[in-house]
């Protein structure tokens, strides 16, 4: 978002999920690639090509699927089964989805059953990700939803030889009034008329309920199978089981970028009942327990040999981010302001490489029958997984089906396959199904990272205490939420790539916590400067309403006037806003900072978000709740250390995520706005966080902060 | 090498033949496919393999299964018996006290113990009895309050 006129236009990276994959080179496949090319290639294309129709095409970003069918099963006991691609990792997605098609096919949300994420049945509604099932998911199920209600009430007008809205409908029974008819959803299900309508595509121009009207949406509706959770009946990826199913544990190389020279598998396969797999350098193992694959592996580990390559340590990572740049970092074009300003600055600002860390680490459950891969995984992408074992198998798209059950976190981290297909070559090799989990310490040392970020921030501003002049520079962690939202004169605000040692993808709002982080701290140093409040400098810079109109509200609730008058010993307020994915976010804090142990400890956060129409308040609270302290760790703590091509705190014992006791005093308020499209909600609450700490620290210490996490030493321990 | 260890699990005896060493938590989940207890961590730092060991909380991920031989050992799926849910489960599908939902096994597990061990515990002592538990949702204080519901229906 950005609404400022005068912004210069130049090219960022999209705010896409841009993640770094992990390449497979399989020697067996390379022979069985030139095999399929041989004599399948006519086969594979045309069932390929099939495969993606039947689905809404491949990639799909939210598109509805072309026939009714795709999206919308109705049973003859009247069940009706809403099938997406999206699925189910703790945001709510099951339960927003199900309130949206109970909506339009006017029944209670307890008639609609989810089936989500299984590539063999569901529609490809793209990553669950980018805050996007809620702006395009919600939609196209309610699209859907609704063609399949004015199909049925088409079928019981016709029967009637009735008008379609002489026709009502409630809790799935349609009714004639004038003339006492009834027919239930059921019904027509039973007598074979609703299969064969719901062949028909969805209009594009099918009318949606309108909010004044909504009946479910807009509603708390807890979690369809929340009580399936508390009583250990669900099955996550990691509980699956297959008959005859080995446990896998893959090599791992002692140090990134490490290679290996040699191993002697014989240790390993002299083991009763272990299977030894090695392709290239992927060396696997598989046993019948988890204990046994750990004690092969072992045996394996300790005979691999291995030559290390050369990896900088987090203690330099910025310097060498910043060397990174090709041709070298871009200079601020707006000398002429910077000439003539009344005053200008200048700041960098760091944000250190973090890991999701979700609960459930990655996990994949594969199995072949005659050729044919299925895996039980968690991914975020059970499509873009999908297309990683169709090319890594070199097998056609109809061969293989990802069934993603709701699993145990994601944050953004879980868009790549690579437990999946390591399961999937394991399970080859053994001849059996085989369960791939990986540790806790491989998830914090193999799975991509959020990106750390160098910012360079420079602004000029004239006598009267106005922005003439802003520019920004994200070196290495992305383009979200890049453009300033503020009113600066001449703004050029980009992100450019790097060079960088770790691997890189998506976290929960992508850069967008850098770059507001970066440009919320350095408002408050502008603001400073021109002798300011951090409140009013913003507002007098800020034209957006719907920024404001949060800003405003947080600022009223948080008492902010008055609060940052108060100069109380080792107590500090700060605020922050921003957009991000279409939603808005101010937050104001408290801290208080413990002198003797250099120590920040957050007491208050008042945040207001608004994101449209509120679909499910409920939720919403609870991932505005989740979003607050998640976003805790790495403004306060959390980062990766690495040195030598290790990491060194790949454990929650020295990676110290937010828990019980950090949860601060939490005022939250959603600004609902029925007359706004919804937005998605689970990311762009977590952004403000940082920013009002760090701006807090300095009304406490009248020290600048300027990394994250913000600490009160300098200097990292390594 | 392999020996017989008997033990109790949720109500049921039963005997396992396995290495002495192997994690209680590998044992449960893969031999007695009870699956209630999830791996989160593999060092005691995360809770989410919390059981109940003679009625104590305990970390079934590092516990050897020769510790835990000879004992009754109750999970998550223990607590509900004949279709009844135990009142902490109650709490927590209440207060809606679940994001992802992979800690809840834990979470639930641990408050258990709470209501056993500490019959009237104060804020701090839930706060400080809880903190062992991570849960990387943050879903934080809505576990809270399903644990404070649990406590003051136990009161009752």
């Known amino acids: ?718 | 090498m392999d020996q017989p260890f008997h033990l109790t699990l949720n109500g049921q005896p039963h005997t396992v033949t396995t290495d002495p060493q192997r994690p209680l938590l590998q044992v449960l989940r893969e031999d007695l496919k009870v699956t209630g207890p999830k791996p989160g961590c593999g060092e005691g730092q995360c809770g989410a393999c919390t059981v109940l060991i003679d009625g104590k909380r305990q970390h079934s991920c590092i516990l050897p299964i020769k510790d835990a031989a000879g004992k009754a050992i109750t999970t998550l799926e223990g607590l509900s018996a004949g279709g009844q849910l135990h009142p902490v489960q109650e709490a927590f599908l209440a207060e809606g006290a679940m994001q992802c939902g992979f800690c809840t096994s834990g979470m639930i597990v641990s408050t258990v113990a709470l209501l056993k061990e500490v019959p009237k515990p104060t804020d701090t002592e839930i706060l400080s009895w809880m903190n062992p538990h991570i849960c990387r949702c943050c879903g934080y204080p809505r576990i809270l309050k399903a644990v404070h519901r649990a406590v003051s229906e136990a009161k009752r």
């Open chain 1, 1 to 718: 978002m950005n609404t400022n006129a005068t912004n210069e236009k130049i090219p960022v990276a999209p705010a896409e999920e841009t993640v770094d994959g992990v390449e497979f080179d399989f020697a067996m496949d390379r022979r069985r690639f030139v095999q399929v090319l041989g004599a399948g290639l006519v086969i594979a294309v045309g069932g390929g090509s099939a495969w993606a129709q039947d689905r809404g095409g491949r990639g799909g970003r939210g598109g509805s699927p072309s026939a009714v069918a795709a999206r919308i099963h109705l049973a003859n006991d009247g069940t009706i089964t809403v099938l997406t691609g999206k699925i189910e990792m703790g945001q709510g997605a099951r339960t927003e989805l199900a309130q949206a098609a109970a909506e339009e096919l006017r029944v209670a949300v307890g008639q609609v059953q989810m089936v989500m994420g299984d590539t063999s049945l569901v529609p490809d509604d793209g990553v669950t990700a980018g805050s996007r099932t809620t702006p395009a998911t919600v939609p196209a199920v309610r699209q859907g939803a609704a063609a399949a209600r004015n199909l049925l009430l088409d079928l019981a007008a016709r029967k009637w030889n009735v008008e379609r809205n002489t026709l009502e409908v409630r809790d799935g029974r349609i009714t004639h009034t004038a003339s006492q008819r009834t027919l239930t959803y059921a019904d027509l299900a039973r007598s074979g008329e609703a299969a064969e309508v719901f062949k028909q595509s969805v209009p594009n121009d099918v009318t949606l309920t309108a909010v004044e009207k909504w009946r479910v949406m807009g509603t708390s509706v807890p979690r369809p199978n929340r009580r399936d959770l508390v009583t250990g009946v669900h099955k996550y990826p990691s509980d699956h089981t297959r008959p005859g199913m080995l446990y896998g544990k893959v090599l791992r190389a002692p140090s990134y970028g490490a290679k290996l020279l040699s191993v002697d598998l014989s240790p390993a396969q002299a083991m009763t009942g272990v299977v030894v797999v090695r392709d290239g350098a992927f060396v696997g193992v598989a046993a019948s327990t988890t204990f046994v694959a750990e004690q092969a592996l072992r045996a394996v580990a300790e005979t691999a040999k291995w030559e290390s390559a050369p990896h900088p340590s987090s203690r330099e990572i910025f310097d060498y981010l910043r060397q990174g740049v090709r041709g070298g970092v871009p200079k601020n074009p707006h000398s002429e302001e910077l000439a003539q300003a009344a005053r200008k600055l200048q700041a960098t600002y760091h944000v250190a490489y973090v890991q999701h860390a979700p609960m459930e680490t990655r996990v994949a459950l594969a199995e072949w029958n005659e050729g044919k891969l299925t895996v039980w995984t968690g991914t975020q992408a059970p499509f873009g997984y999908h297309s990683e074992l169709v090319r890594t198998f070199s097998l056609p798209n109809e061969n293989v089906r990802v069934i993603v059950p709701d699993f145990g976190g994601g944050f953004g981290g879980k868009h790549t396959a690579e437990a999946a297909i390591e399961a999937a070559r394991l399970a080859q090799a053994a001849g059996k199904p085989v369960l791939l989990r990986w540790t806790r310490e491989e998830e914090f040392t193999w799975a991509y990272f959020r990106p750390a970020a160098v910012i360079d921030a420079e602004a000029s501003l004239d006598a009267s205490g106005k922005l003439t002049s802003w520019h920004f520079i994200n070196i290495n962690s992305g383009g979200a939420a890049v453009d300033t939202p503020y009113r600066a004169g001449k703004a050029s605000s980009r992100f450019i790539g790097s060079n960088p040692p770790l691997r890189q993808g998506s976290y929960r709002t992508l850069a967008a916590t850098a770059n507001n982080f970066a440009r919320e701290c350095f408002m408050d140093e502008l603001a400073a400067a021109a002798g300011a409040d951090p409140l009013d400098f913003r507002l007098a810079h800020l034209e957006n309403a719907r920024l404001r109109a949060v800003l405003e509200e947080a600022a009223r609730r948080f008492n902010w006037r008055e609060r940052v008058k108060q100069k109380q010993p080792n107590t500090g307020v700060g605020l922050a806003c921003g957009t991000e994915k279409g939603s808005y976010v101010a937050g104001c804090v408290e801290i208080a900072i413990n002198r003797t142990q250099d120590q920040i400890s957050v007491r208050r956060v008042c945040e207001v978000f608004e994101c449209g129409a509120v679909v499910n308040p409920d939720n919403l609270l609870a991932q505005v709740q989740g979003c607050i302290i998640m976003g805790l760790g790495p403004a306060l703590r959390e980062e990766m250390r690495f040195a030598d091509g290790k990491m060194r705190n790949a454990v929650f014992s020295t990676y110290p995520v937010p828990r019980f006791a950090d949860v601060p005093e939490l005022d939250i308020h959603l600004l609902n706005r029925p007359d706004l499209p919804s937005a998605g909600g689970g990311e762009t609450p977590i952004i403000a966080i940082a920013p009002a700490i760090a701006n807090a620290v300095f009304h406490a210490t009248g020290r600048r902060i300027r990394s994250m996490p913000i600490r009160l030493q300098t200097g990292q321990d390594a």
